[in-house]
């Protein structure tokens, strides 16, 4: 299976049809390191991943790479139960609607040949907008990947390989200038000392939907979902304070049920209410509980089995099975790769968490069958969804090709029969954290993957393009043609605005794009196409009925 791209059945995107389809995008935070400088500044070291990305594409690309993020719309404190939490009373990690500020002592540690090109070289980029319509900034201690909007699964699986290849061209690009310490990227989510580092997803859903039915449904399903799109660990407890294996890298991070915090209080239902689309029409679903995946297979099963159990949603048709205890049964099941461990549900009854997910299949077969089937793609999720619960429930081991906790599983297990090591041995650690090392001459992911012994769902090419270009068919064309074409002038962007500075204008010109599903190809293209320079494209656009919105 390697085709992505936009749906060939338009329908397929109508919110009354069950299926996969629907306006989703994903979120990194890469692990960093300098191992010739230990105690190194990750802050320092992540701006240095922005820097360098940019120094590439001014060179490669002759364009700027420059483009500010614009956080007039952000609202990270606006909670989906209905109110705001205050900024004093938020942990300072929450604050994300204004940007990163490094210190005078950190900038001067990054006057260096990575930003030595064009007229931004006075200043430290923190964010970027490329071409492909994704994010590239500094979330914190590390630097994040934000994937373009897309409208399904295999499309979220590319694009989001597609931060991989950026994140991997940053590097290379700090390990050949002279005078830089080589950083080290790798997409997990822990340094296995007591940091977790998120994973997130993003769908689209109505905001119709009372968000208190979500967060009921969706809580047994994400508990038991990771039996599916685990990335395993070596290491039980989040300070690693017991030896062993297990599904995921994030369980063991979390502590509440429900919650507006990503960073501190985990919860297993995060309630940021910021849409980055209309309001009144739409809520973003904000996940924070999946696990970084280096297998398409994996990946592909997170966005889409949890699409299509937002559709179930939708349609009033999901299931509920309350488990008694969400958080301490999350981390049960992380703890037992043998699948066996029974979960209680307030019903009374017991039941193993590849029987929730079960239960999730069966209603969307059920759905699919009593509306005559469904699209193609969503039919390829619900029969490997399927197949995977068979092959799980038989011998986990057999899932190594399509999974990411069973093919590391099935690797340490040969190191450990081959020399005797048990759990507790460090050199197994290593073993976990060089399965994600994104340097494909380190990664045994990627050794396994060119042995053929995992699937690939996309190809080299298909993602080498995604980096350069955006999805055709959602909001982000615009972005990054925006971008592309006209790089002197966009001076901001962000999900649902574009900036443009022209000489002729004593204002800046603000194009809204609250709507996910305009400022596609088909409705831009020839837009772009005639307009010989930024200012004749801005005048085409304002002369419009909605000038400050995109078409």
Request: one cysteine or more; aromatic letters at 6%.
């Amino acid at each position: 299976m390697t085709r992505a791209g936009p749906p060939t059945d338009p329908s397929v995107l109508d919110p009354a049809r069950f299926s996969a389809h629907r306006v989703m995008g994903t979120e990194t935070e890469y692990g960093i390191i300098a191992p010739s400088i230990p105690d190194a500044n990750a802050t320092v070291l992540s701006s240095q991943v922005v820097n360098a990305y940019a120094a590439t594409l001014r060179e490669g690309l002759g364009n700027l790479a420059g483009t500010r993020w614009d956080y007039t719309d952000e609202a990270p404190l606006a909670d989906a139960r209905g109110w705001h939490q205050t900024r004093h009373a938020a942990d300072p990690s929450q604050l994300t609607d204004a940007p990163p500020v490094l210190t005078a002592e950190e900038i001067a540690m990054l006057d260096s040949p990575l930003d030595d090109v064009g007229p931004l070289d006075s200043t430290v980029l923190m964010n970027l907008v490329l071409n492909n319509g994704a994010r590239l900034y500094v979330d914190h201690a590390h630097p994040e990947y934000s994937s373009p909007e897309v409208t399904n699964p295999l499309d979220a699986v590319l694009w989001d390989r597609a931060g991989d290849a950026v994140a991997l061209a940053a590097m290379r690009r700090i390990a050949a200038t002279p005078g830089f310490a080589p950083v080290h990227l790798y997409k997990n989510n822990t340094d296995n000392k007591s940091v977790s580092y998120g994973s997130h997803e993003n769908y689209l859903v109505p905001r119709s939907v009372p968000f208190h039915h979500l967060a009921a449904v969706l809580t047994p399903f994400f508990v038991t979902r990771q039996t599916l799109c685990g990335s395993g660990r070596v290491g039980i407890g989040a300070l690693n304070q017991a030896p062993g294996f297990q599904l995921s890298q994030r369980a063991d991070f979390f502590e509440n049920e429900i919650g507006l915090e990503t960073t501190v209080r985990r919860p297993i239902i995060n309630t940021r209410d910021e849409p980055h689309a209309v309001a009144e029409k739409y809520r973003r679903l904000h996940v924070i509980i999946g696990d970084a995946n280096l297998s398409e297979t994996s990946n592909y099963l997170k966005v889409g089995t949890t699409s299509l159990v937002l559709s179930l949603i939708d349609r009033k048709r999901a299931p509920v099975p309350e488990i008694h205890d969400p958080v301490r049964e999350l981390q049960a099941i992380s703890h037992d790769p043998t699948l066996k461990h029974r979960v209680r549900l307030v019903d009374g009854r017991s039941v193993t968490a590849l029987d929730v997910q079960e239960m999730y299949l069966e209603a969307c077969l059920s759905e699919s069958a009593r509306q005559g089937g469904t699209d193609q793609q969503s039919a390829d999720l619900l029969h490997r969804w399927g197949a995977l619960i068979d092959v799980l429930r038989r011998n986990p081991l057999d899932a190594a090709r399509q999974l990411d906790w069973v093919a590391k599983l099935k690797v340490l297990e040969a190191y450990r029969s081959r020399d005797g090591m048990a759990w507790d041995d460090p050199r197994l650690a290593l073993v976990d954290l060089q399965y994600s090392d994104l340097r494909p001459e380190k990664s045994i992911y990627h050794r396994l993957a060119a042995r053929g012994e995992i699937d690939r769902l996309v190809t080299d090419e298909q993602v080498t393009a995604a980096v350069s270009n955006p999805p055709e068919d959602t909001r982000a064309y615009f972005r990054g043609h925006c971008i592309s074409s006209f790089p002197r002038e966009v001076v901001g962007a962000s999900w649902d605005s574009i900036i443009f500075e022209l000489p002729s204008q004593r204002r800046l010109q603000r194009i809204q794009t609250r709507e996910p599903l305009r400022g596609t190809a088909a409705l831009t293209r020839e837009l772009f196409a005639a307009s010989a320079d930024a200012e004749e494209f801005v005048s085409r656009l304002l002369s419009r009925p909605q000038s400050n919105m995109a078409p």
